[in-house]
T-cell receptor, first 111, second 118 residues
Framework: GESVGLHLPTLSVQEGDNSIINCAYS??????FIWYKQESGKGPQFIID?????DKRQGQRVTVLLNKTVKHLSLQIAATQPGDSAVYFC??????????FGQGTELSVKP | GAVVSQHPSRVICKSGTSVKIECRSL??????MFWYRQFPKKSLMLMAT?????????EQGVEKDKFLINHASLTLSTLTVTSAHPEDSSFYIC??????????????FGPGTRLTVL
C-alpha cells in the first residue's frame, strides 16, 4: 500500500551548518510532495512543495530534491538556526487532495 | 496565507462524555476539510475527509459512529468524539483545503486540539 517514511527519526546539527532530512516513498503515482515543519503542540506548517514533474525546488534557505528513480525526497536547510528545531514531515498527495504523511524527523539545533 | 482555527485548543473530559471540536477557515471557503489524529512522537494519521453538505469519508479503521463529522458550511467542520475513553486521548488536527488551478488543492492546517480523557 501507499507509504511515506523517513530514514532517521532524529537529527542533531550545529547552528550554522546545513541540515539534510530524507524521505522515502513507495507510491510512484503521487502528484506532489510537501515538507511540513511542526513545533511542539502546534499544527503542521507548510515549508515547501514540489510537483512530481520536477527534480528540485528552492525556497528561502530550503531546497527540496526529488529523485523519482529511487523514490526519494530530501529537504535541505541552509545555515540551520535554533528556530529550525522542530519535527519535519514529508507528505505526498494526488489530485484527490488526500495527504499521506511520513513518520517525521526531529531536528535539534545545537548552539 | 490562509488561516484555519480550531476550538478548543485543549480539552479535558471524563470518560463516557462527548467532546466537540470545531475547525474554521477564517478567510477562505473550504469545500473540503480533513481531520487527522496524532499520537505523541508519531505522524499525522488521516481520519476522514469532510465535504461541505455531504457525508464524511472515513479512512479504514476509523469508526464513523465514534467520530462524528459535520461540515455544515464552507467555513466550519466539527468533529465530535462520542463516549470518549482514555484511548481517545490524542492531538486532533484539522486542515481546510483550497482548490488550486490545475485541479489540485492546498491544505492549510489548524493549530490542533489536545484531548485528554480521564
Amino acid at each position: 500500500g501507499e507509504s511515506v517514511g523517513l530514514h532517521l527519526p532524529t537529527l542533531s546539527v550545529q547552528e550554522g551548518d546545513n541540515s539534510i532530512i530524507n524521505c522515502a516513498y513507495s507510491n510512484s503515482a503521487s502528484d506532489y510532495f510537501i515538507w511540513y515543519k511542526q513545533e511542539s503542540g502546534k499544527g503542521p506548517q507548510f515549508i515547501i512543495d514540489i510537483r512530481s514533474n520536477m527534480d528540485k525546488r528552492q525556497g528561502q534557505r530550503v531546497t527540496v530534491l526529488l529523485n523519482k528513480t529511487v523514490k526519494h525526497l530530501s529537504l535541505q536547510i541552509a545555515a540551520t538556526q535554533p528556530g529550525d528545531s522542530a519535527v519535519y514531515f514529508c507528505a505526498h498527495g494526488n489530485q484527490g487532495g488526500k495527504l499521506i504523511f511520513g513518520q517525521g524527523t526531529e531536528l535539534s539545533v545545537k548552539p | 496565507g490562509a488561516v484555519v482555527s480550531q476550538h478548543p485548543s485543549r480539552v479535558i473530559c471524563k470518560s463516557g462524555t462527548s467532546v466537540k471540536i470545531e475547525c474554521r477557515s477564517l478567510d477562505f471557503q473550504a469545500t473540503t476539510m480533513f481531520w487527522y489524529r496524532q499520537f505523541p512522537k508519531k505522524s499525522l494519521m488521516l481520519m476522514a475527509t469532510s465535504n461541505e453538505g455531504s457525508k464524511a469519508t472515513y479512512e479504514q479503521g476509523v469508526e464513523k459512529d465514534k467520530f462524528l463529522i459535520n461540515h455544515a458550511s464552507l467555513t466550519l467542520s466539527t468533529l465530535t468524539v462520542t463516549s470518549a475513553h482514555p484511548e481517545d486521548s490524542s492531538f486532533y488536527i484539522c486542515s481546510a483545503a483550497e482548490p488550486l488551478a490545475g485541479g489540485s488543492i492546498e491544505q492549510f492546517f489548524g493549530p490542533g486540539t489536545r484531548l485528554t480523557v480521564l
